[in-house]
């Protein structure tokens, strides 16, 4: 019972909230001194008369021709802009991302001989460094 009292008035509370309000306000338009023009909600004088509306519809609507061309292009721009470029292949971005990994790993060891290290890294540092920098010169410009 309290079920169905609850779905009962909140199916009249949404109804109340969505159907349409047939509420209209008149505006006036009123010429003042000096010929400024001002739209209000009170009439200005006794002889004014509420403007008359053709369309009262609010919301939503199309765009006009001119503003339809003018968002397709923005967004063929952005399109764009966003795509990718396609002179490089995968496999040129592969060899630029091997060859930075061969820098890092170059510029570690270097780093490495250069603060110190115990003697027995040595040979296999020095020979890091010669094959790194032998595979940079190889293969990376």
Not at 84 to 102: F, H, I, L, Q, V
Request: charged fraction near 35%.
């Amino acid at each position: 019972m309290r079920t169905f009292f609850c779905l009962a008035v909140t199916a009249v509370f949404l109804v109340v909230l969505f159907s349409p309000s047939r509420v209209q306000a008149d505006v006036y338009r009123c010429v003042l001194k000096g010929g400024h023009v001002s739209y209000q909600q009170i009439p200005c004088s006794n002889e004014s008369k509420p403007m008359k509306f053709t369309d009262r519809r609010s919301g939503w609507s199309s765009l006009r021709p001119g503003e339809q061309d003018l968002l397709n292009s923005y967004r063929k721009k952005d399109a764009a802009r966003r795509r990718k470029p396609s002179g490089r292949s995968k496999k040129a971005a592969t060899e630029t991302r091997d060859c930075w990994n061969k820098r890092k790993q170059l510029e570690a060891v270097r780093s490495k001989l250069n603060r110190g290290y115990k003697l027995k890294e040595g040979d296999e540092l020095h020979r890091k460094r010669d094959n790194y920098t032998e595979y940079l010169r190889q293969f990376c410009a």
